[in-house]
């Protein structure tokens, strides 16, 4: 398991509401290795997001066992998982979840700042993803001064601060234009190709065409998965 990122066995979330259980998701059986850029897709009811949030361990499984970067914790406690989620993973938006007042790069700042890195430290860090997505010289802007491209760059740069060995990406071109759209998709292409394991949730075919891999969900398990041919053979 030392190349994987993410695995999954059975993994499996039900809710109770009243008298009737929700089966959401229903056994899924799941490998991500380091260095994929996979999207999964489904329509509204598959399932997609509640397992989004629990391979980002915003949540726990009803049943099944879930690794994460070779860690187990589909058992562990909320305050565990907390501390795996923040050391582990970022996360970027569709609706960039931005301090309006706060410059780009107190925005990037703030998980070191929860982490406890020292104000010199978490500068230099913070600038250095600010320069990585592009907006080098939109430090001092504040969101309500940027396009919703750039507020979106901003966020990826926040989400990559403190060096997770997952980005997961929940419908981050939501609230994109189709041009603009483009743009963050190409900006998380070179993320991947210079290393970085992403999983993009969403459900525009067009998005999940820029991962190299798809994994499709239908009533809470896995219907389809294959690699994208046309992104692999231009790599």
């Known amino acids: 398991m ?17 008298a009737e259980t929700v089966h959401a998701v229903r056994g899924v059986d799941l490998d991500i290795r380091r260095g994929e850029f996979v999207a999964v897709m489904g329509p509204s009811g598959s399932g997609k997001s509640t397992f989004m949030n629990m391979i980002g361990c915003l949540d726990t499984p009803t049943a099944g066992k879930y690794w994460l970067n070779g860690q187990l914790v589909s058992e562990l406690s909320d305050d565990r998982l907390a501390r795996v989620r923040n050391k582990e993973i970022g996360f970027v938006f569709q609706t960039f979840n931005l301090l309006p007042r706060a410059s780009a ?35 001092d802007h504040k969101p309500p001064e940027m396009s919703g491209g750039q507020r979106q760059r901003v966020a990826i740069a926040r989400a990559l601060v403190n060096e997770p060995a997952l980005l997961l990406a929940d419908e981050p071109t939501g609230n994109l234009d189709s041009v603009t759209s483009g743009d963050v998709m190409a900006q998380l292409a070179d993320l991947n190709e210079h290393g970085q394991t992403i999983v993009l949730v ?9 991962a190299r891999r798809q994994v499709h969900l239908k009533d809470g398990i896995v219907e389809q998965d294959f690699a994208n041919a046309a992104v692999e053979s231009a790599i």
């Not at 925005?107 to 907006?135: D, F, M, Q, T």
């Open 2 to 18: 030392d190349d994987l990122i993410i695995r999954t066995e059975g993994l499996t979330k039900d809710y109770v509401l009243g």
């Open 105 to 139: 790069r107190h925005n990037v700042e703030l998980p070191l700042i929860y982490a406890g890195v020292g104000s010199k430290e978490r500068r230099r860090r913070a600038e250095e993803k600010l320069e990585l997505v592009g907006l080098g010289d939109r430090m």
């Open 202 to 210: 969403t459900h525009e075919h067009d998005i999940a065409a820029c």
